[in-house]
């Protein structure tokens, strides 16, 4: 099956509510920034593969949630005709929680800074977590233009989501290095 | 043109049903919409509900192929409109198994349902891509414009549906010049050249339903011409 359309040839692209779009428009920006994120996932769940059957799980499954967030960005204003879209709720972040407490108790107390790297599942999982803070950030953005309603609910989740994600990974991080023997970096300044 | 309304109850929470287990039904008649296109009445399982414009997705052996439903949500049966290719792997079973033949399905799934707009919907198909607006029609909407793109007039199928609930109905026949006569209200030439040569006013939310090339073009012209319209579409590959 041919996946191309040459819809968006000419830089427009439509929002899953219908409109007509740059694709340099800001919900672009951020979903494009999601689907981005999901991709580092999918590389930290190749650099955790086989040996971590666990966490690759926990890592779909994330992956899986990414797309009720990209659904969401890609749907313009407070519109809720039609079939609803999967949304993200308050225990999808719940569930992020759950798993950071299982990770801090098996991790030693942070004494300081540590310094992005280490094991490459541990860099990739750093790296999935500064492209959530920028997917953070784009939503951010468009939920500071946006009225009360529907869409400005929908994006305070996402928010919440995003922000817990960020914080996830990071232990993430810590949890692959500590599971292939290596130290965190501490930062040295 | 007035605005394109739906009186009945759209009930959204089915689209959630997409990953719902496979349901068993059976092909109850067929008829013949023309030469290679069916119209396949099937059971309709208990409990299944849809909104129109969704898809479901049957399955025979190892295949699998997704269609539209054209029945509405409140008939008693489950319509397809199916083109039946020679040499396939699954559409020729269904135009010639036995009627009462068994048959799984799952869904429903998809999004391309009509929403409601202050601006006029513009339904645009092509061939067997017509079906969502089909159920659409059944289901109560009216006022709309479709624009249904075949090659010759007797592939015009479903006009006693469309006629009487239509804004504007224009069956555009894209082999219109080689052959005699023209249905009535009939455009000679593919729905992309009424679009862009006759179709006025505007802004739309265009509904594009069929084969790529024509979602293509209709993608360019609604950025050219229309400014401001919406597009939703449903690709048929």
């Known amino acids: 099956m041919k996946i191309y359309t040459g819809t968006g040839d000419r830089g427009k692209t439509s929002l899953f509510s219908g409109e007509r779009v740059s694709k340099a428009d800001r919900r672009v920006e951020a979903y494009g920034a999601v689907d981005e994120l999901n991709s580092v996932l999918g590389a930290l769940a190749a650099a955790l593969e086989p040996d971590q059957p666990g966490l690759v799980s926990e890592v779909r499954r994330i992956q899986a949630d990414l797309f009720r967030v990209g659904a969401r960005l890609a749907f313009a204003g407070d519109e809720t005709d039609g079939p609803a879209l999967p949304e993200l709720q308050e225990e999808h972040a719940a569930w992020l929680e759950r798993a950071m407490d299982r990770m801090e108790e098996e991790l030693p107390p942070l004494k300081g800074f540590i310094l992005p790297g280490g094991h490459a599942s541990a860099a990739w999982a750093h790296i999935a977590r500064t492209v959530c803070r920028r997917a953070e950030r784009h939503v951010v953005s468009l939920r500071d233009g946006q009225a009360p309603g529907t869409a400005s609910e929908a994006f305070r989740m996402l928010i919440v989501y995003l922000n817990r994600l960020s914080d996830y990974l990071f232990l993430l991080a810590r949890k692959c290095n500590r599971l292939h023997g290596q130290d965190d970096i501490p930062w040295g300044g | ?237």
């Not at chain 2, 792997?89 to 409601?116: D, H, K, M, N, Q």
């Not at chain 2, 219109?176 to 030439?189: E, I, K, V």
């Open chain 2, 1 to 237: 043109m007035d605005r394109t309304t739906f009186p009945g109850e759209v009930d959204s929470s089915s689209a959630r049903a997409a990953e719902s287990p496979a349901y068993r039904s059976r092909i109850l008649r067929r008829r013949w919409l023309c030469a290679g296109t069916l119209e396949i009445e099937l059971d309709r399982p208990s409990g299944f509900t849809f909104v129109p414009g969704q898809r479901i997705r049957l399955f025979r052996d190892h295949e699998a192929r997704e269609y539209s439903l054209a029945s509405a949500p409140g008939d008693p049966f489950l319509l397809l409109c199916v083109r039946v290719v020679q040499g396939g792997r699954f559409t020729p079973w269904l135009a010639s198994c036995p009627e009462g033949s068994e048959i799984a399905f799952s869904g429903p799934c998809g999004y391309f349902v009509y929403r409601r707009s202050s601006w006029p919907a513009c339904f645009v198909a092509t061939g067997t891509g017509i079906a969502p607006f089909v159920s659409m029609a059944r289901s109560g909407l009216w006022g709309f414009t479709l624009l249904h793109g075949v090659r010759f007039a007797e592939e015009v199928y479903y006009r006693e549906v469309f006629e009487s609930r239509s804004a504007l109905y224009v069956p555009c026949l894209s082999s219109a010049a080689a052959a005699p006569g023209l249905p009535r209200g009939a455009f000679p030439g593919r729905v992309t050249e009424y679009a862009e040569k006759v179709l006025s006013g505007g802004p739309f939310d265009f509904y594009l339903c069929g084969n790529r090339d024509m979602v293509r073009d209709m993608t360019r012209i609604v950025d050219e011409r229309f400014e401001g319209s919406r597009v939703f579409v449903e690709v048929f590959f």
